[in-house]
């Protein structure tokens, strides 16, 4: 044995949690909107959400072996961007859709900006502006085995009633994961629980969103009404699992706050006056540019700024 | 008002259990006894002796050299066998006074010890300077000059801290149990000092025992109050010790008396109240000498100047061989590459590892999960300091408050990358400091 020991800066204990022990709570954390997703929408939903996360891992991986850089797919958050994004899409794509996501996600949204913890955006979701943009008749059909019909955020546009109960469970139409409110909130109940997401920005999200459709919604204070807003599209999924995406977020507790209204307005106004009746993907990308300047404005005062002499 | 705790912080896993029902034994040296000549912020002492005197226990070898400055005392008899470079604590090679033992333990203190209430306020300061007491929980400042207040009538509350917050460290426990009433006593030579102060015990509530013993103890006592903290790291330190007692804001710019608060430290006050009570100076330590490759995990009463060495001998060497070895706790603690360094007024645990988490960790990318800001009991944002640091930008750095810093390392802690952020912004923090001085 050498005499001399280790030596290393304070502290000298760490605690457990790591990246790697995080993005893995999050992925059990969407098995059950996984499991349901798949459930409801058959055999085809997992090929999409398996080939996602799939060409996720082997983008990383390539990218990695090509720009000669330590493999990071290690810490497991491109399987969070595969499921992710999987989740985000209609089961009636073609299965060349998750391929193409998935790479452009871990390699444009992610890797060129020198992936994870400095990419800008949210990959999964930048990819899926992506191809609604690219490929907008594949990402807007919701059809079951050529049958269409509408999602509930349609449904309630047309002035068509849609059942509660089925959209806490999930029984309506929209992209694989989004469905069943009540799947995505066991997952988010467990973020909470397992302190890896607070909820700040979830709430302040889905409170300004319902304060705004309440007054700009046409149907005023009506708590079904609001209900099913808060249900239907991607609110669930986006607001607890996508938007607080650490990379993406601010890093302030004010910020948080601040972050979490302005979703909730994009969102509201995406919804009320766009043309397709969804916004989660739109405002939370949009908000993911102003974090920069949202963190700018709300450092926190350091302890003692208030200390005076003599107090 | 007191909240009798502060925002962030952590819980580490405390390992207190292992050394806290063990009562303190007292350890004699084998080796030569070796005495760094700067034990504490300020001057380094100026020897007194040379090579080849006699020395007794509680002689002065060193003496002070300016007001900041603190004197030293031989803790054994013998021969000073050099005054030379040794291997200290802190890694570098520090002139020091080297004295052989002869394990006779001569003493030779003669002060006169009077009741303190007869004795003049400066009379009672001179008499700490003299037994050469320093901040016993790490800092070293000496302590007649945080007593020597311009205006004592202005100090509204005596702090003792009792917190201990450092995990595995016992030894403040220990003192609580084993000698509650003297430190009842030091606090009482504090209250007369500031005659229109308060005294505070402040304990964390992990230590429920000892804040029975105190409110039994002081229970006729109109000037003494005792208060139960909630148990958080780094309740200890003087900023959110104040703070969570008398919610009362300091920042680094401000010292404690500007807001009305002494603070110090249980060791300290109760070799206040040795020097005034018995008439000695500061000899010993307690030093809890813990982990998990120890043997006995216990606390020892320690002669300043022994080499922890001899500590671990005494305890039967080690059970497993340690990766690391810290003099004091984990989260502040410094960690040592030789364990043959001395004892000094400072030290308050040697804490020997089996197992090096932070050698074994890689640091990967900040994934700005935020753990870091959440943890900062100095509300700062050590993510961003710590960029700045990396990169060197200095005014960053200070646009983000980063000389507010107190170096607890909860951000280091809490990192689930593992990034070294407490370790960068310490050294951006010493760098700027630096440049301040100039």
């Known amino acids: 044995m050498s005499d001399l020991l280790n030596v290393s800066s304070n502290p000298h204990i760490r605690s457990k949690t790591t990246t790697s022990s995080l993005m893995f709570s999050v992925i059990v954390a969407l098995l059950p909107a996984t499991g349901y997703g798949i459930f409801h929408f058959g055999l085809k939903a997992f090929y999409i959400i398996a080939l996602a996360v799939f060409t996720a891992v082997c983008s990383e991986k390539l990218f990695c072996i090509i720009t000669k850089r330590k493999s990071t797919i290690g810490d497991f958050s491109a399987i969070v961007t595969g499921l992710l994004l999987g989740l985000n899409l209609p089961v009636s794509v073609p299965l060349w859709i998750p391929v193409l996501g998935s790479f452009f996600a871990i390699v444009v949204v992610k890797m060129l900006f020198g992936g994870l913890g400095q990419n800008f955006m949210n990959p999964a979701l930048g990819a899926r502006c992506f191809l609604v943009i690219s490929f907008a008749s594949i990402m807007t059909d919701f059809s079951i085995d050529g049958v269409s019909s509408a999602t509930p955020l349609q449904a309630m546009r047309a002035g068509d009633s849609v059942n509660l109960l089925d959209m806490l469970k999930g029984n309506t139409l929209g992209t694989i994961g989004e469905t069943s409110a009540l799947a995505l909130l066991i997952g988010a109940v467990l973020l909470i629980i397992l302190n890896v997401i607070d909820v700040s920005i979830p709430l302040t999200y889905i409170g300004t969103f319902v304060v705004f459709m309440g007054i700009f919604g046409g149907k005023g204070f009506d708590a079904i009404f609001l209900t099913q807003h808060v249900l239907g599209g991607g609110l669930i999924l986006g607001a607890f699992f996508m938007a607080t995406d650490y990379v993406t977020r601010p890093i302030t507790f004010a910020g948080r706050i601040i972050y979490g209204i302005i979703l909730g307005l994009l969102t509201g106004i995406f919804r009320v ?39 | 008002m007191a909240k009798l705790t502060f925002n962030g912080g952590i819980h580490p896993f405390d390992g207190k259990e292992m050394s806290k029902n063990i009562p303190i034994k007292a350890v004699n040296p084998t080796r030569d006894l070796v005495y760094p000549l700067s034990q504490s912020i300020g001057a380094p002492s100026k020897p007194i002796v040379s090579k080849g005197d006699y020395v007794l226990v509680g002689q002065k070898i060193a003496e002070a050299d300016g007001f900041v400055s603190s004197p030293l005392y031989s803790s054994v008899s013998g021969t000073v066998k050099a005054i030379e470079e040794r291997l200290t604590v802190s890694g570098k090679k520090e002139m020091s006074i080297v004295i052989s033992n002869d394990g006779l333990y ?32 790490g800092a070293g400042f000496p302590t007649h000059v945080k007593l020597s207040v311009k205006e004592p009538q202005k100090i509204d509350y005596c702090i003792i801290n009792g917190a201990e917050c450092e995990p595995y460290l016992t030894s403040d426990y220990r003192k609580m149990i084993e000698a509650p009433e ?38 006729e006592e109109p000037r003494i109050i005792v208060k139960a903290l909630k148990t958080k790291y780094p309740q200890g330190s003087e900023r959110h010790l104040i703070y969570a007692v008398t919610g009362r804001e300091i920042n680094s710019k401000l010292l404690p008396l500007d807001v009305g608060c002494i603070v110090n430290n249980i060791d300290t006050v109760i070799s206040v109240r040795d020097a005034i009570f018995e008439g000695t100076p500061l000899l010993y330590r307690i030093i809890t000498l813990t982990g998990n490759s120890i043997r006995n995990p216990r606390n020892y009463k320690v002669r300043i100047g022994t080499s922890f060495l001899d500590l671990v001998e005494e305890n039967g060497g080690f059970k497993q061989e340690p990766k690391k070895i810290i003099s004091g706790g984990p989260m502040m603690g410094i960690p040592l590459f030789n364990l043959d360094v001395p004892v000094t007024k400072t030290s308050s645990a040697l804490l020997c590892m089996t197992d090096d988490d932070v050698m074994e960790m890689e640091p990967s990318e900040c994934i700005n999960c935020g753990r870091c800001v959440q943890a900062c009991p100095e509300r700062l944002m ?22 507010e810093c107190v170096e607890c390392g909860c951000c280091s802690f809490v990192c689930p990358a593992k990034r070294p952020l407490a370790q960068v912004i310490k050294s951006m923090r010493k760098m700027e400091l630096a440049k301040k001085k100039r």
């Not at chain 1, 993907?281 to 102003?290: D, H, K, P, V």
């Not at chain 2, 000892?210 to 039994?216: D, G, L, M, N, T």
Request: proline content about 5%; hydrophobic content about 40%.
């Open chain 2, 106 to 137: 001569t003493e030779s203190w003669a002060w006169e010890v009077k009741p303190y209430e007869s004795m003049d306020n400066s009379e009672i300061i001179e008499r700490i300077r003299e037994a050469g007491i320093v901040g016993l929980g």
């Open chain 2, 382 to 403: 050590p993510k961003q300091l710590s960029d700045f640091g990396e990169h060197g930008n200095s005014e960053g750095f200070l646009h983000y408050h980063g000389l």
């Open chain 2, 182 to 219: 003297k430190i009842i006593e030091g606090l009482k030579i504090y209250l007369k000092l500031f005659p229109y102060s308060l005294g505070i015990i402040a304990i964390e509530d992990n230590k429920e025992d000892c804040i029975k013993v105190f409110k039994a103890l002081t229970k």
């Open chain 1, 273 to 311: 006056f766009g043309p397709s009746g969804e916004g989660v993907s739109y405002a939370i990308i949009l908000s993911n540019l102003l974090v920069p300047l949202i963190e700018k404005v709300t450092v926190p005062t350091f302890f003692g700024k208030r200390g005076t002499k003599n107090a």
